[in-house]
């Protein structure tokens, strides 16, 4: 059976992934052996519609969903937005149709998880997971992945950011990169083999170090120290 495999890099400038491709081993060989290109986003740029354009093909007028907060209907409450706003199916949803078993790893709004033929690991925002949080589709999976990490899988820093703090922030940021970088390569090899997948679509999110980096960073640099262990 023939596989795919999708990665989406979110908030990642195409221009410095180009300048740093000797740095980025892994990713200079997936951009030679197989397809890559540079996405534009929606207008404003943000995260949430941007990847649910993506996955639907359709813009933001037609999915219903502007950024990453939601009117609840017939209220004026806001929430996050996630898929179950998305006027439009996913293509992950079309090809389960077809008999395509799918995992979807990290796409950012994709929590609460929703049942797919294959599995799902939710993308942030989320909420804190203190060790009893379902973010993935089959549920069990959840635990699994907070068992080979040792810990609650974090979507993001409980810390909240404080640009003024580059000391703390940056090293924060790149330990929450690092995790969700971690347990796919290795903790999930072994569960889309118990789950049948043809197609994994997976996102991992330089956003969340660059944009505790961007402001001391230029395109004139390259990455050493922690970010480039974290870019590998």
Same mark, same amino acid.
């Given at each position: 059976?023939? /596989?795919?495999?999708?990665?989406?890099?979110?908030?990642?400038?195409?221009?410095?992934?180009?300048?740093?491709?000797?740095?980025?081993?892994?990713? /200079?060989?997936?951009?030679?052996?197989?397809?890559?290109?540079?996405?534009?986003?929606?207008?404003?740029?943000?995260?949430?519609?941007?990847?649910?354009?993506?996955?639907?093909?359709?813009?933001?007028?037609? %999915?219903? %969903?502007?950024?990453?907060?939601?009117?609840?209907?017939?209220?004026?409450?806001?929430?996050?937005?996630?898929?179950?706003?998305?006027?439009?199916? &996913?293509?992950?949803?079309?090809? #389960?149709?077809?008999?395509?078993? &799918?995992?979807?790893?990290?796409?950012?709004?994709?929590?609460?998880?929703? @049942?797919?033929?294959?599995?799902?690991?939710?993308?942030?925002?989320?909420?804190?997971?203190?060790?009893?949080?379902?973010?993935?589709? @089959?549920?069990?999976?959840?635990?699994?992945?907070?068992?080979?990490?040792?810990?609650?899988?974090?979507?993001?820093?409980?810390?909240?950011?404080?640009?003024? #703090?580059?000391?703390?922030?940056?090293?924060?940021?790149?330990?929450?990169?690092?995790?969700? !970088?971690?347990?796919?390569?290795?903790?999930?090899?072994?569960?889309?083999?118990?789950?049948?997948?043809?197609?994994?679509?997976?996102?991992?999110?330089? !956003?969340?170090?660059?944009?505790? %980096?961007?402001?001391? /960073? &230029?395109? #004139?640099?390259?990455?050493?120290?922690?970010?480039?262990?974290?870019?590998?």
């Amino acid at each position: 059976m023939n /596989r795919i495999l999708i990665i989406g890099l979110d908030g990642a400038s195409p221009h410095l992934i180009k300048r740093w491709q000797d740095d980025l081993p892994s990713l /200079r060989r997936l951009i030679a052996e197989g397809t890559s290109g540079t996405l534009w986003s929606v207008i404003p740029p943000r995260s949430v519609p941007a990847w649910y354009c993506f996955a639907t093909g359709m813009n933001r007028a037609k %999915i219903g %969903i502007f950024g990453f907060s939601q009117r609840r209907p017939g209220t004026c409450d806001y929430t996050f937005a996630n898929l179950t706003f998305c006027r439009a199916p &996913t293509f992950w949803q079309w090809l #389960n149709q077809y008999g395509v078993c &799918t995992a979807v790893i990290h796409m950012p709004g994709t929590f609460p998880p929703h @049942p797919v033929d294959g599995a799902m690991v939710s993308g942030w925002p989320a909420p804190l997971n203190r060790g009893n949080l379902i973010y993935t589709y @089959p549920p069990e999976l959840s635990r699994e992945v907070d068992r080979f990490l040792g810990q609650p899988f974090e979507f993001i820093s409980p810390k909240g950011i404080e640009r003024a #703090n580059e000391a703390e922030m940056l090293p924060e940021r790149l330990r929450i990169v690092q995790c969700t !970088a971690t347990w796919p390569s290795t903790s999930c090899a072994p569960a889309p083999g118990r789950w049948r997948w043809s197609s994994w679509p997976r996102w991992t999110g330089p !956003a969340t170090s660059s944009g505790s %980096i961007w402001t001391r /960073r &230029t395109l #004139n640099t390259t990455p050493t120290g922690r970010e480039r262990s974290a870019t590998r």
